[in-house]
């Protein structure tokens, strides 16, 4: 079984910057891809960013383009998102997200397998 462990989430003032992690375990191979998605109260899981451990090709979501910077280390099997600029409207639970399967599209929640428990960020004005 692939279990995802989230860290790095927290409280900041706008205009900082927090880096998330998040390390796969349970298989003997990495994953196709990883990503990072959000989730505000009442509101859908929205995407934020991927990367493909293969190439090492990144998509963003276009509210954070130019702030985060989504990475991976192939021997830790981790990802990281590196989010640079602040901003409250960026508070949410952030989750991790990996997938084993090879798929053409990288964006929606069904594109992942396996899911993290989630981070708080928040984001103070």
């Known amino acids: 079984q692939v279990q995802l462990a989230e860290s790095g989430g927290g409280l900041v003032q706008a205009g900082g910057s927090l880096r998330l992690s998040c390390t796969a375990s349970?298989?003997?191979?990495?994953?196709?891809?990883m990503g990072w998605f959000r989730q505000t109260p009442g509101k859908e899981r929205e995407f934020v960013a991927t990367?493909?451990?293969?190439?090492?090709?990144?998509l963003y979501a276009d509210s954070v383009k130019g702030r985060f910077t989504i990475s991976g280390d192939n021997a830790k099997n981790t990802a990281y998102l590196q989010m640079n600029n602040l901003r409250p409207e960026d508070t949410a639970v952030y989750y991790c997200?990996?997938?084993?399967?090879?798929?053409?599209?990288?964006?929606?929640?069904?594109?992942?397998?396996?899911w993290g428990q989630g981070t708080q960020v928040t984001v103070s004005s």
């Open positions: 997200a990996a997938s084993y399967t090879v798929r053409v599209g990288a964006t929606a929640r069904t594109d992942y397998d396996y």
């Open positions: 349970g298989r003997t191979f990495r994953p196709y891809a």
């Open positions: 990367i493909r451990w293969t190439g090492g090709r990144t």
